[in-house]
């Protein structure tokens, strides 16, 4: 018999074994004597290791072929809906999350009047995988919007940390005009922040060397004086 980790093959009941020994029958060469035997035996025992040797290899190649999950790769355009901050709340409740792998698809995962508020992108200038959000209730206003945490904002078949740490341009729309980012969850660490009262929104296409790939939170009001970094 051939052992390995996977099974065990015993030659002698082989179908190797037979074929080679109805073959030396067939040529006449040998008859099924313990000559015959013999060398059957040490043919199927070699085609038998060739054999397990390709499908370990075959295996192995499979396993190692890029999966964009095990890879930590990111869905490459993404879309969640969240809700107003309420009183006594500290994170929008999110209303739904989708991914494609086109941004046409992306931008119709929010139908339904609701308004783009944020897409943070993984590069400088807007590049690299997006994430967009969008407002179920509208236009920013002081109360605004609160993502705490953008390492839970990840599709669930990319579940290897999120956009935590992981964002370098951002661009806001429907009046989140005043935007605090910030180095840790629940609005933690380092902050920064950007304010134009006057504007629908704002275009940033490098967040700086603070915040580079380090932003964990968001806060986006509407026209607000208040220091958000307070």
């Not at 008859?31 to 060398?39: C, I, L, M, N, Y």
């Not at 179920?136 to 935590?164: L, Q, S």
Request: net charge negative.
């Amino acid at each position: 018999m051939i052992y390995s980790n996977e099974f065990i093959y015993d030659v002698d009941r082989s179908p190797v074994w037979s074929m080679l020994l109805v073959a030396h029958e067939w040529r006449g060469s040998i008859s099924t004597s313990t000559s015959a035997r013999k060398e059957a035996t040490m043919m199927a025992r070699y085609f038998a290791l060739t054999a397990l040797l390709a499908s370990t290899l075959a295996l192995g190649c499979s396993s190692g072929a890029e999966n964009p999950q095990a890879a930590g790769k990111k869905p490459q355009y993404c879309t969640t809906v969240i809700d107003k901050l309420q009183p006594g709340q500290t994170e929008s409740e999110i209303i739904s999350h989708e991914c494609s792998d086109t941004e046409q698809d992306a931008n119709t995962f929010a139908a339904d009047g609701k308004k783009l508020i944020i897409v943070w992108y993984e590069d400088e200038d807007y590049g690299g995988a997006s994430q967009r959000v969008f407002g179920k209730a509208g236009d920013c206003d002081r109360d605004g919007y609160g993502i705490n945490n953008v390492g839970r904002w990840d599709d669930v078949t990319w579940p290897f940390g999120g956009w935590n740490d992981d964002i370098s341009s951002f661009k806001t729309d429907s009046y989140c005009n005043h935007v605090a980012a910030y180095e840790n969850e629940n609005y933690g660490g380092r902050c920064k922040q950007w304010h134009d009262p006057d504007a629908k929104g704002l275009g940033i296409k490098n967040v700086g060397h603070e915040l580079n790939d380090l932003i964990t939170s968001f806060r986006l009001v509407r026209g607000a004086a208040d220091d958000l970094c307070l």
